[in-house]
């Protein structure tokens, strides 16, 4: 039986028979206690056993990590727990030794960063990895339930790949031939891995009208910040019929879904975070689902930053991008979520639909308190004319993307589309600060273990 | 308004607007038919327009791809469909022109693949990546419910790259740059991209009891056939306390309950392939949701095959690997799914379990009638010296796995797993019999487009 049913139902003055994996052992000379963990839900349950088990004195020295069966009654407990397990029966399935790194003490996390093969077994990980599967299936519940078309964008790609810097190679090449062309890899030409799947996303939403990548993204960046990583997850929704107002609707129902989601799903993990990594966890995702996210232009924006009296690194500037630091004040400043939109087109994407005003693009990001930008959007340039024309005076290479071009030529419609950084929002929902604690195993600069 | 929800309730009577775009335009001299799709459902809408319109000279000359805007009344039909359209406005959004690919007649999927960035407006693809997106849910929605962890295994690993043929590397290293060393590269290693996220999805089974991959893998096998693509999705799920007929039972379940789900959400999609693309495809389907699957010995397969009345292209041979003639033999002779288990060690791999005979392992292949093998499962070895003395005789590099093989030192328990190659099911599903077919934007070698 798994631990998680015996939270489920009443089991008191019942037999049963659990597995799992000792987190502690305290013993007395005549009795003791296990916390016994299996993983299928956040919480322990308390063994009680005593020297009337035949194997009393093997179980004593049982060490923390061990896996072992129990078989015994659940009665009520006169500890903190609504109920213990009196064992009847203990047998070990696998020990553990004194070298087992994971003790019932604190680890650093950056210790546990070492030996994060064993870090799930932790309650801190345990909390963090079932979030990250419970928001994943928020994130799929949502699109589905509203009948987007997940659309698995390519890994492998040959976009971009010419002399884009922060894209990994993929290769099939012998390093020691040197005479081997570009032409003579896998696929006959220069690939790599893709930083993002919306431009292929456009084509799925310009064929089912509303779709939805979740898969992994690569950026060969030499960053070793808290925020960055070289592998990490995206969602890139893509909706066909939708300007920028609806995908801002849709951005702000997507999310508020996702955190309800988790709160309902997940709040003894959510109970523990907030009390041992970021307190007010909780107060601040329910307060996000309750708020009305505010909409203004990055204009708007600059005009708040400019009356404030506050002495800035950076000062902020029209037709230039913003700071964090500037990201926090406009987010304290209305106290909830803020859609900034409008922005400057020369900080932003060649796909992005272009204003009347000829200097802005109706690009939108959503700032959060407490984290900064975790979804940027925008409304794509369905103009051929425009697109093509932008493309140009960004130098870019047409040829490549001609597929791209091609569905602003054949029943072209206005069309928007938003990214969320899978592991930015785990940051946010988890109160972790560090992305390396928020992927199972993380890939960095010169940091590729398990 | 979505075209679906035209077809869930009744808006005989109704001013409707919906947006599409035109699969057909059949025009007389004073009225015309516009078949509308706009992918959220895989029905089309039947438009009909006449001279009354303002603008019915241009409407008359919309070619096919164009997206229009149509307002109107919801009718009932003389024609086939229950109702249509009667248009009292028609708006142009984007136009098509005469070198738009997808015309109303039957294209041959080889050419459908050139412009694999149109085919999802076809009616043939909209089912195929329609029922790809479904299972997808189908797959999330029954390991959640089953309380499993989703574990986002590395894409990029260190595993297994020292002269494995067939994995890509990954690399930031410049090519002409013949002086970097390895320990240059992005991770200060040699990288590669994943064939298969089991073994550190094991080490998730270990903390959570139950986890599942569902992720892109790779191979950079120069094959080119239908059923090999360089760049494909894997289910890999792992189970704590777990044997061999533990996991074929979760086997059984899990593809019964996608199949189901399939047939319950795309009844249309499946009816159209069943129609055009494969005979018989959903009563083959819904045999499957209802049979009982049928466990033997590899031993057990090879005494039947010896005992067939065949003139085989390979002899049956105990102690050897199945051939393709002998699998659809197998799944004919028992007319349902086939589990075949504890098969000649030396076929396969290290990692699972040995049996007490010294010759046989507890694998289990899935073996499908129409499709062959599409589920590889194992119990895998969870004693440690046993394992060890296994990768000792392969000569492994035991070093690098270390943390692999201590999950067997830490708490070792009974474990199985198992993996569906995503492409190979729904090429199952779909009666598609071409992998390029089921994947968006397939990557085989000297093939990597869009």
Redo the contacts between chains.
Sequence with gaps: M?I?ELYEKNYINKEVEV?G??RNNRKQAHFGFIDLY???CFKTIQIVYDDKLSNFNDIRKLLV???IQVEGLIVESSGKQAFELKANKITL?????E??PIQPKRHTKEFLREVA??R??TAL??AI??I???A??AI?TYF?EN?????????????DCEGAGEM??????D?NN?KAKDSDD????V?G?TVSGQL?AE??A?????CYTF??T?R?E?SNTKIHA??F?MIEPEV??CDLDGIMDIEEECLKFIVKYVLDKCPDEIEFLNKFVEKGLKEKLEKLVNSNFVRITHKEVIDILKKADIKWDFLPEYGEDIAKEHEKYITEYFNCPVFIKDWPKDIKAFYMKQNEDGETVRAVDLEVPGVGELIGGSQRE?DYEKLVQRMKELNMNQEELN??I?????????HSGFGIGFERLLIYLTGVDNIRDV???P?T??????
Aim: hydrophobic share 35%; net charge positive.
């Design positions: 798994e998680k597995n994996w000792i299996d993983g299928t990590g061990s896996s399935l696998g020990k553990s030794d070298t087992y093969y064993l799930p077994r990980f345990q990895f079932r990250r599967s419970v994943s299936m799929h589905q009948n987007y078309v997940y659309f698995h964008a390519p890994i492998i790609t040959a976009n990994f190679r993929v290769t099939t090449l390093r040197t896998f696929f006959g030409k690939t891995l292929e084509t799925f310009t064929a089912f009208s509303k898969g992994p690569f060969a030499n070289s592998e997850w066909a019929f369905e597929w791209y091609n569905l602003r030529k054949y029943g072209s419609v206005v992927i199972p195993y890939r600069p010169n940091n590729c273990e398990f």
